[in-house]
């Protein structure tokens, strides 16, 4: 069965980086891009960019162009999020999903809880 | 970037109501709208999308429909297990963009 599953819970300090992962199954990962969700504490889902699963180009939401980094590890089918520089608004849950263009998000992971603090 | 006005913010029914929840695009958005359901702690999970088109193994009492910039979300007959938030994205234009979502709660 088709599953996006993600690496576990961090607890970082603020000017530390972090890498999460995020490993497909079921499906051939090049088929579908990869994208990346946050979501705060108590706060809704904010999409935050993709990633090209057959080029490895990355595209970022504005909020995310800095600090932030998609790459991916094709012969895994595993995606991953680099956030440098952590700051404490970065402590979140990340989704990875998978989608097709023109087509939502169908399968998603099950989210790393990311705790930034001093 | 398209913007997402998703209202109410909360909801409160009680169960066996109907309820509605509605985004409005910032443009028009071809009907390329999905609907997410997400309870405490987990993932979202897809319900509906291509504005009315519902996935399969989801309940017939959710319900989608619109066009142009105006979408709405229903739910007939509110169960228990509908207690959850609720999101629509826009996935016509990059970035897709999530609406706010909305808490449905039990009166």
């Known amino acids: 069965q088709i599953q996006l599953v993600q690496s576990g819970p961090e607890l970082k300090k603020p000017g530390e980086s972090l890498k999460i992962s995020c490993k497909a199954s079921?499906?051939?990962?090049?088929?579908?891009?990869m994208q990346w969700v946050k979501q705060a504490p108590g706060k809704g889902l904010q999409y935050m960019g993709w990633i090209n699963t057959q080029t490895g180009k990355p595209t970022y939401a504005d909020d995310f162009k800095e600090r932030f980094v998609f790459s991916l590890e094709t012969s895994a089918s595993t995606a991953y999020l680099q956030i440098n520089n952590l700051k404490n608004e970065d402590t979140a849950t990340y989704f990875c999903?998978?989608?097709?263009?023109?087509?939502?998000?169908?399968?998603w992971g099950q989210g790393v809880m990311v705790t930034v603090s001093s | 970037d398209i913007q997402m006005t998703q209202s109410p913010p909360s909801l409160s029914a009680s169960l066996g109501d109907k309820v509605t929840i509605t985004c409005q695009a910032s443009?028009?958005?071809?009907?390329?709208i999905a609907w997410y359901q997400q309870k405490p702690g987990k993932a979202p999970g897809l319900l509906i999308h291509?504005?009315?088109t519902l996935v399969s193994g989801i309940p017939s009492r959710f319900s989608g429909s619109g066009s142009g910039r105006d979408y709405s979300f229903s739910i007939s007959n509110v169960e228990s297990e509908d207690i959850a938030s609720y999101y629509c994205?826009?996935?016509?234009?990059?970035?897709?963009?999530f609406g706010g979502g909305t808490k449905l709660e039990l009166k």
């Open positions: 994205l826009q996935y016509d234009n990059s970035p897709r963009t």
């Open positions: 291509y504005t009315s």
């Open positions: 999903a998978r989608a097709r263009n023109w087509a939502p998000f169908d399968y």
């Open positions: 079921g499906y051939t990962f090049t088929d579908y891009a």
């Open positions: 443009q028009n958005i071809n009907k390329y």
